[in-house]
């Protein structure tokens, strides 16, 4: 056990929609990200996903609305519910997600991430 500082963990990489695992806890990970323009429609069958801010700000869009997100900010996305995070500029966001989470979820793109590299 020790302390995990994001600020230090979010220094070590400059690339966007590429997730890093950070820590994991019954049978989540946790994980930070930095995104910038936007992400692939998807959605995820089996799990839900929870999405902080750390820095900056996103939105998250649904077919139906979009919903904007700032620094401290948290949103849940419940299983089966499609979604797409942009970004305008750079933003640091922290994910709470289960460990079988693929980040492009029922979408294969260039962006879909297999192997999650722990920093």
Do not use: C
């Amino acid at each position: 056990m020790e302390a995990i500082n994001i600020k230090q963990k979010l220094s070590l990489f400059n690339d966007y929609w590429n997730p890093r695992i950070v820590g994991a806890l019954n049978g989540q990970h946790v994980k930070l990200v930095k995104f910038k323009g936007a992400f692939v429609w998807h959605k995820h069958d089996n799990e839900d996903e929870m999405f902080f801010v750390v820095s900056g700000r996103f939105r998250m869009e649904f077919r139906d609305r979009k919903v904007e997100l700032s620094e401290n900010d948290f949103i849940i996305i419940p299983k089966g519910m499609e979604h797409r995070p942009v970004a305008e500029e750079e933003v640091s966001v922290m994910l709470f997600e289960p460990m079988t989470t693929l980040n492009t979820g029922d979408t294969k793109s260039d962006l879909t991430r297999h192997n999650l590299e722990t920093i």
